[in-house]
């Protein structure tokens, strides 16, 4: 019984780490740069839902909030600060990006201060059912990202957007010869990105009301880390590997010997499969061209 | 006089300033002219440049992102600082220092085959996440660790230098750190590391035994992170292990980037002078103000790399860059000289055998690839 309640909160935990890992793979996917700042776009929603709930009281309307006003920071970062190096190396790239992600952290500072906000979204007790009890945000918490990610799928497999998006992360060349705006398509890929990690920093703070500059730094970098676990740039992969991730953590942390080592254990596991297979679980293998 | 011109003065110039820099502060420091925060500082000072110049090999010259630095730097600030305390009771302080500098920077050396090896099969941000992954389980093994061995969160006790002569110390291991390096660079064995960092098919369609350059620059850049880590743990008197999380290791890769890719001076100058700014606005900027210092190095970050970068500013940049602009004032440009200007008194009329029979090879005018190369990838 133990063991299924601490896979029920593997699940929900991997489901966030896994809305979060979506959008550092569909920025990959399409842009081909490593969004580093994506972590922290989670904490600015965090804040987001702060402000909103200290002045309207409702979590609904900050989560609301949360989503567009991480929107329009996502398209903005990516217009002011990305887009000026497109076609430059991906170094340069992931360094503007790992500026961004200070940028963000240190404002945020700024406004807000170093000492953490409290935040309590919603407290909605548990529920208990055939012997288990379960927590009901993490039911929440897996039903919603369960929604998300089955409706993305839909979107990027069935619309016209979604197959551009596709096309474009196939070939950008090709895809523009076809028609397809590309920076528009890049756009809307952060935007996408954006919104997902206002949910998942939505889920977060019903997880844990703590709210600091540093909210999203390390399940960013673990989300990160379930991305290329699954084989960066495939969205099924960053499902998976975003799950395994949350699933080995709730496994790990329920045993006092390892428990420490937490962290330690998962990056491990990263590297054991890039080593088996350098593209991830579901990655695709590319071959170099000269 | 021949002789004397053909020693180029240009690579020797970066040895001759730290040196320099070194003898003037040593004399200070001698004299009673420098505090204690002061030494602190040029401490500091030493072990970032180092860092910094041996992460340069790796980013700027091999042209692979590493992302954990700071592991190496760990695991040789532990295991140097733990030999520091074993062995300074039973052989005094000069042999402790040598002995624990070589074990620091060996294990971190070992380490470094071992990230260095999957480096071998993964390529660019893959092998970023990999090196930070190193970093972090480093970090979370020390943290954990029983307080008799490495001293777990509480951190780890070391023995303190002669507070007086660690940073010459210091800066004279930065001096052997720039030889072995600049010499790396400098020789077949460098232009074959840069290489690979242009195009690595093209580098081992042309037989460059790219696994075993690779294993040489990841080993050598992270034996310099342990031996710096050493100089920390002598510098600190206990080593905390979040002081080696991965915003440390970002730290340095923007003294690296800042500095210039693949320039090593510029690692030199840009660990100076974020290291002395990092000391001095850490005490202006107290409280709610130390924030601003993040916000500024995020903002110059983003600035230069995209200025340096920018596709779009190519033309503003090469109408606009240092070279030039030392070129306008220069009354010799390559345009203004005529072939009966040659001056036929300094022809030489004795064959140096020497130099008839070794390659000279060209440092200073870099081989740069055409952009298009890259574009067909």
Known sequence: MKFIETLINGLSMGSTYAMIALGYTMVYGIAKMLNFAHGDVIMVGGYMIFVTMASLGNPILGLLAAVVFCVALGVTIEKIAYKPLRGASPLAVLITAIGVSYLLQSTAQIIFGSAPKMVNVADLGNVKFAGLTVPVYILVTLGCSMVIMLVLSVFVKYTKTGRAMIAVSEDKGAAQLMGINVNKIIMITFAIGSALAAFAGFFMLMKSPSLNNTLGAMPGIKAFTAAVIGGIGSIPGAMLGGMLMGVVEAISLTIPAIAPYTDAIEFLILIVILLVRPTGILGKKRREKV | ?377
């Open chain 2, 1 to 377: 006089m021949s002789s004397f011109n053909s020693i180029k003065w240009k690579h020797y110039a970066n040895y001759i300033a730290v040196a320099a820099f070194t003898i003037v502060f040593a004399v200070l420091s001698l004299v009673g002219g420098l505090k204690t925060s002061d030494i602190y500082m040029l401490e500091k000072i030493a072990i970032a440049i180092m860092l910094a110049v041996s992460l340069s090999m790796v980013v700027g010259f091999l042209g692979e992102l590493s992302l954990g630095h700071a592991g190496f730097m760990c695991v040789g600030a532990y295991l140097g600082g733990k030999t520091a305390a074993v062995l300074e009771p039973l052989l005094g302080e000069v042999p402790t220092l040598l002995i624990s500098l070589l074990v620091g920077g060996a294990v971190a050396a070992i380490f470094g085959v071992i990230i260095g090896l999957p480096a071998l099969r993964l390529r660019g941000d893959y092998l970023a996440i990999v090196t930070l992954a190193f970093g972090e389980i480093v970090r979370t093994v020390f943290m954990n660790s029983s307080s008799e061995s490495f001293g777990g969160s509480l951190g780890l006790p070391t023995p303190r230098f002669d507070k007086n002569f660690l940073f010459i110390i210091a800066f004279v291991l930065v001096l052997g750190c720039l030889a072995v390096t600049q010499n790396l660079i400098r020789s077949k064995h460098g232009r074959a590391i840069t290489s690979i960092r242009d195009n690595e098919i093209a580098a081992r369609a042309t037989g460059i035994n790219v696994t075993k350059y690779k294993l040489i620059v990841f080993t050598v850049s992270s034996f310099f992170a342990g031996i710096a880590g050493v100089l920390y743990s002598y510098s600190n008197f206990t080593i905390q292990s979040t002081n080696f999380s991965y915003n440390y290791s970002i730290e340095i890769l923007v003294m690296v980037v800042l500095g210039g890719m693949g320039s090593i001076n510029g690692s030199i100058i840009a660990a100076t002078l974020i290291t002395f700014l990092d000391v001095k606005l850490q005490t202006i900027l107290t409280g709610n103000l130390a924030v601003l210092q993040d916000l500024f190095y995020a903002l110059i970050l983003i600035l230069i790399v995209i200025y340096n970068n920018a596709p779009a500013l190519k033309g503003f940049r090469e109408a606009h860059n240092f070279k030039n602009l030392f070129n306008k004032f220069k009354k010799h440009s390559p345009e203004h000289i005529h072939d009966d200007e040659a001056k036929w008194d300094r022809v030489p009329t004795k064959i140096n055998m020497d130099e008839v029979l070794s390659v000279d090879i060209q440092v200073s005018s870099p081989y740069t690839p055409d952009k298009t190369d890259k574009e067909d990838k």
